[in-house]
């Protein structure tokens, strides 16, 4: 019987949406580890409520692959976190400008250390611009709390900037994932003439289940800032995903 599973976050939700989940015994189960993509909060509660901590790890090929992961330990009181560096890792969170933010502040991720790789193959151009001065800009928006653990809220080519305004779409699909009814979720940007860009809730609802546009654009109502409220809501039969099972946001913006 296993005592670890290491899934991404679509096979979690696979998983638990079987007919016999909730009779299935897991007591062998020490802990559940993910990553490859932001992973819903009801997932890890769902684990969390049955005493199996999820344990989020972050990297990508280019890191060796582990960057970031969580301890066994943290895994209950910082939920949602992808953790803190891994050995030999150095991290920053910084602005547009380059500059370190305070703790709290979203900024890009930058990575360093001894796993990290040296090069694009035969891709100079590439290669100088994957680097700031020794460190690796990883293309994801975070922050770092107080006590060290870092939250990725988004690709920074996912951002929705609206009026001027950064919209993360995660703070957004964690909100809709709450709603009774959707199995799942993605907010992408569309193209507006007064807004430049307005975002956008694609959803995915459970067989049988009876919800409006409406209802979902109502769940926001005084949990978010207006401005970073939907302005549409879409439904599909399912989100496009590649083989790691990340949402092809590219091509729920190429329909809109």
Same mark, same amino acid.
């Given at each position: 019987?296993?005592? +670890?599973?290491?899934?991404?976050?679509?096979?979690?939700?696979?998983?638990?949406q079987?007919?016999d989940?909730q009779?299935?015994?897991?007591?062998?189960?020490?802990?559940?580890?993910?990553?490859?993509?932001?992973?819903?909060?009801?997932?890890?509660e769902?684990?969390?409520?049955?005493?199996?901590?999820?344990?989020?790890?972050y990297?990508?090929?280019?890191?060796?692959?582990?960057?970031l992961?969580?301890?066994?330990?943290?895994a209950?009181?910082?939920?949602?976190?992808?953790?803190?560096?891994?050995?030999?890792?150095?991290?920053?969170?910084?602005?547009?400008?380059?500059?370190?933010?305070? =703790?709290?502040?979203?900024?890009? +991720?930058?990575?360093?250390?001894?796993? +990290?790789?040296?090069?694009?193959?035969?891709?100079?151009?590439?290669?100088?611009?994957?680097?700031?001065?020794?460190? $690796?800009?990883t @293309?994801?928006?975070?922050?770092?709390?107080?006590?060290?653990?870092? $939250?990725?809220?988004?690709?920074?080519?996912?951002?929705?900037?609206?009026? @001027?305004?950064?919209?993360? =779409?995660a703070?957004?699909?964690?909100?809709?994932?709450g709603?009774?009814?959707?199995?799942?979720a993605?907010?992408?940007?569309?193209?507006d003439?007064?807004?430049?860009?307005?975002?956008?809730?694609?959803?995915?609802?459970?067989?049988?289940?009876?919800?409006?546009a409406?209802?979902?654009?109502?769940? $926001?109502k005084?949990?978010?800032?207006? $401005?970073?409220?939907?302005?549409?809501? @879409?439904?599909?039969?399912?989100?496009p995903?590649?083989?790691?099972g990340?949402?092809?946001?590219?091509?729920?913006?190429?329909? +809109?």
């Amino acid at each position: 019987r296993p005592n +670890l599973l290491v899934l991404v976050p679509a096979t979690i939700a696979a998983l638990i949406q079987q007919p016999d989940w909730q009779a299935a015994d897991l007591s062998s189960l020490r802990m559940v580890t993910t990553g490859s993509s932001i992973v819903p909060h009801s997932l890890i509660e769902t684990w969390h409520d049955r005493g199996i901590p999820v344990i989020q790890v972050y990297g990508s090929t280019e890191t060796g692959p582990v960057a970031l992961y969580q301890r066994r330990e943290d895994a209950m009181i910082s939920v949602g976190s992808a953790g803190q560096g891994a050995l030999h890792t150095e991290l920053r969170i910084v602005d547009d400008g380059g500059h370190d933010v305070r =703790p709290g502040a979203s900024g890009e +991720l930058l990575l360093r250390g001894s796993n +990290l790789f040296r090069q694009y193959w035969g891709d100079r151009n590439a290669s100088r611009d994957a680097f700031a001065v020794g460190w $690796f800009r990883t @293309g994801d928006i975070g922050y770092r709390d107080t006590r060290g653990y870092v $939250f990725i809220n988004d690709r920074k080519t996912d951002v929705v900037i609206s009026g @001027g305004e950064n919209i993360y =779409p995660a703070e957004l699909e964690r909100i809709l994932d709450g709603i009774d009814g959707i199995i799942e979720a993605a907010v992408v940007g569309a193209a507006d003439d007064h807004w430049s860009e307005i975002p956008v809730a694609i959803v995915v609802i459970d067989e049988g289940a009876r919800i409006t546009a409406q209802e979902i654009l109502l769940a $926001f109502k005084g949990r978010l800032a207006r $401005f970073k409220h939907p302005k549409a809501v @879409g439904f599909l039969p399912a989100l496009p995903r590649n083989v790691m099972g990340k949402v092809l946001k590219h091509e729920l913006r190429r329909a +809109l």
